[in-house]
């Protein structure tokens, strides 16, 4: 039996557990430090077992994912350091940072056991076990940052497990990794949490701008609604990438402020096309980002019945719809409504059974 243990089940850790559980010879143990947290895990059917104890956690654990928020991880790993590990055992995170977590892991030994940072690319602005899913990781990038010694079996005993994820695996120094995803998902994070806040400021003196934003503003600053304590520890742990990046946008901001100042619409449109010529070359979502949801958005009549008729069409042919939204404005989004599925197939053979009575766009 292949014992894996998920130490914080969350969005990310519960996610992952529902990815091994019930797979052949895997036995899936959860841990909380929270005894409130237990009956929850078990309700929820994302684990076969609960507990409090780390000891019993990781007792003969052939596998130890850390799914706790970043700033916990360090704690976590001392105190897995200082208990007695199945020889061979590998250790692994899946922290929005890396850089830290790999050196700490370099200095404190785990005895007999080997730890691989990793990250994978997935994930949303939910969390909890409750927004926990088997499809989380569908597509998405999984990086893995290894040490220089770590052995190639043991590396592969990883990926060979995480292929109940059906991730795709790549491999990145831990420094590069920060750097970069620093740059596509912490600095954003800031933007749309920023760009929020400034609107709510004004929103205080008229509510015009609330009920205004219901359309694009809203799909842009989705992740503005992560969890405050996973991105405090984010943001805090890779401060000196972060530091920079700030630094850079308030250069590109500075920018347009001078653009618009000295009414060069030149200028302007040279940042528009740059930016449009970089987007177009952007690997489509569906490929594996940051999300792993397929969305296409539907032109429907606004008459009631239409949203029953397309989920009886796709429910008919065995289609799996894991959400529909109905935008409130047309506003920046090519349809009224969002249909989204958990994987490729479902999206293209939706778009096949629709395109005969809609309009489609993706
Ligand atoms: N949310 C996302 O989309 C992604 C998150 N991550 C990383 O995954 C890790 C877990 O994040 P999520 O599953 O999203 O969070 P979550 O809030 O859904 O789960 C966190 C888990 O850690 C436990 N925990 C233990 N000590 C805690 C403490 N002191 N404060 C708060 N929770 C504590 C909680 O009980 C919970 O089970 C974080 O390190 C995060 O950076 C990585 C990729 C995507
Ligand atoms: O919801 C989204 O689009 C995200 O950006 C989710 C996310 C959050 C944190 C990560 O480290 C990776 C992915």
């Known amino acids: 039996m292949i014992k894996v243990a998920i130490l914080g089940v969350g969005l990310m850790g519960g996610s992952l557990a529902l990815c091994f559980k019930g797979k052949p010879n895997v036995y899936v143990i959860g841990h909380s430090n929270n005894p409130l947290s237990m009956d929850k895990y078990m309700k929820?059917?994302?684990v076969d077992h609960a507990t409090t104890s780390m000891q019993e956690a990781a007792d003969n654990a052939d596998f130890i994912f850390l799914c706790v928020p970043v700033g916990q991880l360090e704690s976590y790993f001392k105190q897995l350091s200082e208990l007695k590990l199945k020889a061979g055992c590998i250790v692994t995170d899946v922290g929005s940072t890396k850089a830290s977590i790999v050196a700490y892991a370099a200095q404190v030994a785990l005895k007999g056991a080997y730890f691989i940072g990793g990250h994978?690319?997935?994930?949303s602005e939910r969390s909890g076990v409750e927004a926990a899913t088997a499809h989380l990781y569908e597509n998405a990038f999984y990086v893995l940052s290894p040490a220089p010694h770590t052995p190639p079996e043991v590396y592969q005993r990883l990926v060979d497990l995480l292929s109940y994820t059906k991730a795709n695996i790549i491999q990145l120094d831990a420094e590069s990794h920060d750097e970069i995803v620093g740059a596509i998902s912490?600095?954003?994070h800031m933007i749309a949490v920023a760009l929020v806040n400034?609107?709510?400021g004004y929103n205080e003196s008229n509510d015009l701008y609330q009920i205004l934003?219901?359309?694009?503003?809203r799909d842009i600053t989705r992740i503005a609604n992560s969890d405050p304590i996973i991105w405090r520890d984010?943001?805090?742990n890779n401060k000196k990438v972060v530091l920079k990046l700030l630094q850079d946008w308030g250069l590109a901001m500075e920018q347009f402020k001078l653009s618009i100042e000295a009414d060069d619409g030149g200028a302007i449109e040279q940042q528009f096309e740059s930016a449009r010529t970089f987007r177009s070359k952007l690997p489509e979502r569906r490929k594996g980002m940051l999300n792993a949801m397929f969305d296409v958005y539907?032109?429907?009549?606004?008459?009631?019945g239409v949203i029953g008729q397309i989920a009886t069409l796709l429910g008919s042919n065995r289609v799996n719809l894991s959400n529909i939204q109905i935008n409130e404005s047309r506003e920046d989004v090519p349809g009224i409504l969002r249909l989204s599925?958990?994987?490729?197939?479902d999206m293209d053979r939706a778009m096949e059974l629709l395109k005969p009575e809609y309009s489609i766009h993706q």
Do not use: K, R
């Open 213 to 217: 934003a219901a359309g694009g503003f």
């Open 186 to 188: 912490h600095l954003p």
């Open 341 to 345: 599925f958990h994987n490729e197939l």
């Open 120 to 123: 994978p690319m997935a994930g």
């Open 198 to 200: 400034q609107i709510a």
């Open 298 to 304: 539907v032109d429907v009549p606004d008459h009631p």
């Open 44 to 46: 929820s059917n994302v």
């Open 234 to 236: 984010i943001l805090l």
